[in-house]
Structure formats: C-alpha cells, structure tokens
C-alpha cells in the first residue's frame, strides 16, 4: 500500500487557509498545491527520480516536498553549504538524478535513472547526520517516520503560529515544518538567518509557537524583545535543557507549555518531556507508559526502540537482537529522573554543533611548538559545552605566543564553534587504565 | 570589576577576531556589542577561570542580562 503523501495530508486542508507567511506575504493551501504541481510538471521527474534539494529557503522547500513526496524514488535535503565539495559526495552518494536550488531545478549529466521506476511505497527523505564519528552519513526516512510523533490535531494547530529560526533543511527545521503543516497550523518565516531581523519577524508574524535550541532560548532572553511574542508553545531542543533555563522560560511565559525534545536523526524521533523538569521519569526505563521503549545499558548508553528504524548500515550496526537502538548518549539515574550527561563518543555539543575532539586535536598538532594536545568538552551555562584544549609545549616555547598562534590557525581553518574557547598550558597529559587518552568531561 | 570585565572582553575578542565596541558604558547592549552567543560562553568561561565562579550556575532564578551594567552587577552579587 502507498504511503500517504505530503499533497494528500495538505490537501486536506481548507483551499483558502495560510499555511506559510513571510514579511506580508501569504501563502494558501490552495496556492501551495498549485506551485507544487507546476513544480512537479516542469520538473519532468518520475519515481525513479533521486532530487537534490540543496539550500532552498523554506517556502520553496515546503513546495518541493509538497511536489516530489509520493511522486520520486527519494529526496535529498541540504543545508545551503559553504563547501561545494562536501555537497557533491552527497549527490553522489546519494545517486541524485536532479539537483534543486535557488535557481531552479535540472538534470544532472551522467546520472541515469535506474528502472526509471521505484518500488517503494514511500519517498526517501535522505538527511545528513554528522553520525557517530563525526564524518557526515546521509541517514534515509520517510514523512511517516519523520513524523511519527508530530501531534496531528487539526482543532488545536489552528490556533498555533510557529516561528521558524532554524535551517529548514535540517532536521529539526524539518521537524517544525512538518509539525505546523500537518497540524494545520500557520508557519511564519523569515527571509533572513540575521538574529535582528528574525526576532523582528517573530513579533510581526504573532508567533506564539516556537522551536529553538537551548542556546538560542538563553540569546532570545538576553535580547528580551521575545517577552513580545505571546508564546503558548515552547520547544527546546538539539542540546541538554538545563533546570535553569526551563525556570527562566517558565518564569518569563507563565502560561506556556514548555517542552524539551529528546530526538536524534539516527533514530527518527525519541520523545518529549513536558514537566517543566530536566531530563525525563526513570519510570519511563522499562516501563509501559514511556513514549518509546527505552533502556539503559550498563555502560550508561541511553537504548530506544523506534517504531520504524531509519534504513542504512549506519543505523543497523547499532541495533540489538531486540531492536533497540544504542542512542550513543549518556545517561545518569538520579532518584526518580534520567539525566543526559553528554556524547559515549566524546563529541563537544556547542550551542546544538557537534565538534569531534579528535578533528580539532589534529589540527592543533599541525601548529609549531605543540608537543601533544587533548581536547574536550568543557560545561558552558551560556551554550552547553565550549571546546577546551589541554596543551604540552615543546620545550623552550613561549606558551602566550603559542596560544595566539594555536588561535590564529585554528580560526583560519575551523568553524568558530569548534576553535577552542579554553586553552590551558600543562606539563603532561593522562592515560587511562586501557591506554587511552583521558578526557575531562 | 566593570574594568576588568571589560579587559578580558578586550583580550579575547583581539584573539578570536571579533569586532567589538570600545567604548563600554553601563547601558552598552550586550547583543549589539559584537559579542555572539559563543562570544559570550568563551567570555563567561574565561572569567570563571579568572574569578573561579560562574555566577550563572549559582542562581536560584536565573537573570538574562541585557547590558553591560547588567552582566556586571551579576558578578558584583556573587562575589565572594
């Protein structure tokens, strides 16, 4: 049986509702459909077809996928990249027949479509994950994995406006887009990634729905001009919620609902606590009422078991003979509550940004005057974790120059997230029991 | 304190590149300063190693500074 597509579920709606607005311009369930079927027909694409939607703004991506799901063998979403080369081995990798962007959409040369036909029964939506080890993986879903847990209550989502500050390609820009599409809810966008005019756009469209990570939670409160925003619905999501911040958000929107997101791109969508309360119930390990069977292992390691499990290699090494899925997050129990306490891989969360502390040790190596380096997360009450770096220098080197110049090269080849914001100086570095690298956590 | 702050605000945005303000007043916007989110968690971070305390981990209600004066008198209250 066919999966049900996303025209189908909007074209349930009323023809004359907004579903998106962006700076006063408004777009309708009727129009969507309509940009979607000129898309698709110009396109000339059929159900072998393997689309690249790369970089587009979130009305043109809301009327691709209105366009291509159910219609082609498997879209491949990308965030607008810096680097064309990392982009291309995802086309490749993703065997894309077309390529999607600002501009419009055309044939790829030397791709064919193999069978020219699909035998799914549901579109892929392709996403990259920076995976485990840090190197990006492209991880495959469908609408109905992807939004197994998005609340489908049309009575309610009409009275919703969400805002939307992340990426849409992403995945939890996704996530919000698919919450307000099938919920009937309004969406409201902005035509820029700047802070200023984001916040702006929020208060013009009413947004009273709003997804965010807890560091664009604790920006947003340091700004103050959110307080105009009428929120019912807060989200937060992409980094470990913190007690502070919930009280912080609950204090400043009192009747709000505040909830935290536990989802991770490997596993589709894990659950969502709204009790106000970091972390979630230890009752939920093991137990009938948790949102998704859960358990953890003895190592610490958080085990869900998703209804539908993503395809790929990536995602099958991690499952157990049961089907549950090692998150590769760490847990704590304390009393009645389950607390996150980081990445078993190591990887730095800065601000939702995973840094591999092994990628920034090995450029740190590159600098002159460096003996060894260790680098690891260090807590951050403003962004989660920073990046911190552990140096031995080399006899005889004058460690402030070294600290600039560690500086200067780590910038002229890095994201500013994952340039060390601490660099200590100290004589030696430590092993553990089994010879490996001691990170401080 | 204010002086030091302001110091330390000077040091590291030479080292990371930032372009902030020079002239710091007490209603100097934080976000308006040239300080991002990341300038801010190195900022913090660099002051508890200097200070040896996050007063941000230490409050009961949490406060969002807004300006320069703000964020100061934050550190001013948990001084030991």
Same mark, same amino acid.
């Given at each position: 049986m066919k999966a049900e597509a996303l025209s189908s579920i909007i074209g &349930? +709606?009323? &023809? $004359? @509702? *907004? /579903?998106v607005s962006s700076v006063g311009a408004r777009l309708t369930v009727g129009q969507l459909l309509e940009h979607a079927d000129e898309l698709f027909r110009r396109s000339l694409v059929t159900s072998g077809s393997r689309i690249a939607l790369c970089g587009l703004a979130a009305c043109d991506l809301i009327t691709s996928l209105t366009a291509f799901d159910g219609r082609v063998g498997a879209m491949l979403l990308l965030p607008a990249f810096a680097d064309s080369a990392a982009r291309d081995r995802f086309l490749a990798a993703a065997g894309c027949t077309h390529r999607m962007d600002g501009d419009g959409i055309r044939v790829l040369p030397n791709r064919l479509e193999e069978g020219c036909s699909s035998d799914a029964d549901a579109t892929q939506w392709l996403l990259p994950t920076s995976g485990t080890t840090g190197v990006p993986k492209l991880i495959g879903h469908t609408l109905l994995s992807l939004t197994? *847990?998005?609340?489908? %209550?049309v009575a309610k989502g009409r009275g919703f406006i969400w805002g939307l500050l992340y990426d849409p390609c992403r995945f939890a820009g996704l996530q919000v887009i698919l919450q307000a599409l099938l919920s009937g809810s309004l969406l409201s966008v902005s035509p820029s990634y700047d802070f200023d005019r984001q916040v702006e756009g929020l208060i013009a469209g009413g947004v009273n729905a709003l997804s965010a990570t807890p560091t664009l939670w604790r920006k947003l409160l340091m700004d103050g001009? #959110?307080?105009e925003c009428p929120l019912r619905q807060i989200t937060l999501g992409g980094e470990i919620a913190d007690q502070s911040l919930l009280n912080g958000l609950k204090h400043c929107f009192p009747a709000a609902r505040i909830v935290h997101i536990y989802a991770s791109t490997e596993a589709g969508v894990g659950f969502s606590v709204h009790d106000g309360m970091a972390g979630f119930p230890a009752a939920w390990l093991e137990s009938e009422r948790a949102p998704v069977p859960m358990m953890v292992r003895g190592d610490g390691h958080l085990l869900v078991r998703p209804a539908t499990v993503p395809e790929g290699a990536e995602t099958a090494g991690r499952l157990d003979a049961d089907g549950y899925l090692d998150t590769e997050d760490l847990v704590r129990v304390a009393g009645d509550r389950v607390f996150f306490s980081g990445r078993a891989s190591g990887a730095v969360n800065v601000g939702g940004n995973k840094v591999m502390p092994e990628y920034v040790e090995e450029h740190i190596r590159? /600098?002159? $005057? /460096? +003996?060894d380096v260790c680098v690891y997360g260090k807590r951050s009450s403003m962004m989660g974790q920073i990046v911190a770096a552990d140096i031995v220098c080399e006899s005889g080197v004058d460690s402030a120059e070294l600290r600039r110049e560690i500086l200067r090269y780590c910038r002229s080849v890095m994201e500013s997230w994952q340039v060390p914001g601490i660099i200590s100086f100290v004589s030696e570095l430590h092993e553990n029991a089994a010879g490996k690298r001691e990170r401080k956590t | 304190m204010k002086e030091k702050i302001v110091a330390i605000i000077g040091e590291i945005a030479a080292e990371y590149g930032w372009r902030v #303000? %020079? %002239?710091? @007043?007490? %209603?100097?916007?934080l976000l308006e300063s040239g300080l991002d989110s990341l300038g801010f968690a190195i900022l913090v971070a660099r002051l508890e190693e200097e200070l040896e305390y996050d007063p941000f981990t230490m409050m009961d209600e949490p406060v969002y500074p807004r300006t320069l004066g703000e964020f100061v008198a934050v550190y001013d209250r948990y001084a030991s």
């Open positions: &349930g +709606f009323a &023809g $004359g @509702q *907004t /579903v197994r *847990t998005v609340k489908r %209550d001009r #959110i307080r590159r /600098v002159d $005057g /460096v +003996f | #303000i %020079d %002239d710091w @007043q007490e %209603d100097s916007v």
